[in-house]
């Protein structure tokens, strides 16, 4: 799926990513631990094509999209990827459907396969018979459903997940997690950040970030201190 090798990254004099080689394999589902400020935003932003002002090289299925201007980029994030904040990020006067309809605007397909792929996605997520509700309207639980049908109604190769549980108590985070879950294990990659270790359960596999260094295990954090 990805290829990461030797990637730096530097605010200023800050350097926020240093040396990082990580490679995702298709239909992995990845944990990405480590304290705030580590790092673990800027290395997913450099993954998600969020940003483009790396050092090293990035490749997303054998593609380096390093020279590809803005317009493209877009294109590209919205055809190959689905991100889901911590915060969810729904757009609050929309309904439902509406927020979940956000990445088909642009689609060629036909009005009825969209209302088809949206209609699929609500019910993955159990969200039926919320349509026309807002987010307001919702839970916290409810709305990170929203963002991940939203995430995945153009059946991306690819998830992002950034704390995707963070702002949720532990069960409906749980209830969150087992959707990822599902996500996965039809084939969907996975590659997501959190704080909390049993939300990484979750995962097949978790490297650890520490001041902008990836390590493979825990271990190998602790013996740098
Ligand atoms: P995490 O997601 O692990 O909390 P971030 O990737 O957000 O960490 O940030 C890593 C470090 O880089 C932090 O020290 C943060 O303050 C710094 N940083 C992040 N974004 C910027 C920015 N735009 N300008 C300057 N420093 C930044
Ligand atoms: P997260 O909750 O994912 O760790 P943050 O709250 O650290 O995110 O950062 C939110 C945004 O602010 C990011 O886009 C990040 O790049 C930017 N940012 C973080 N730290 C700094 C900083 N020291 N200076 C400028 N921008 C920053």
């Not at 201007?69 to 990020?89: A, M, P, T, W």
């Not at 995707?164 to 084939?187: H, Y």
């Amino acid at each position: 799926m990805l290829k990461v090798t030797n990637v730096g990254k530097t605010y200023g004099k800050f350097t926020a990513l240093e040396n990082i080689n990580l490679e995702v394999a298709d239909g992995e589902f990845l944990a990405v631990m480590g304290p705030s400020g580590s790092g673990k935003s800027t290395l997913i932003n450099v993954l998600g094509l969020l940003d483009q002002s790396y050092t090293g090289e990035y490749l997303l299925e054998d593609k380096n999209y390093k020279d590809v201007n803005d317009n493209e980029l877009s294109q590209i994030r919205g055809d190959q990827l689905g991100f889901v904040f911590q915060n969810f990020k729904l757009l609050t006067t929309y309904n439902v459907y509406e927020n979940i309809e956000i990445p088909l605007v642009y689609s060629k397909k036909k009005q009825n396969k969209k209302h088809e792929m949206v209609e699929d996605v609500i019910k993955k997520v159990g969200l039926t018979g919320k349509e026309k509700n807002r987010p307001s309207e919702l839970s916290g639980g409810q709305q990170q459903r929203v963002a991940i049908a939203r995430a995945i109604v153009n059946r991306p190769k690819l998830i992002i997940a950034d704390e995707p549980t963070g702002a949720l108590d532990s069960k409906t985070g749980k209830e969150i997690m087992e959707i990822f879950t599902k996500l996965n294990q039809v084939g969907t990659t996975i590659i997501m950040v959190t704080h909390d270790s049993e939300v990484a359960e979750y995962a097949m596999r978790t490297v650890y970030i520490r001041d902008g260094r990836l390590y493979n295990d825990e271990k190998s954090v602790k013996n740098h201190d």
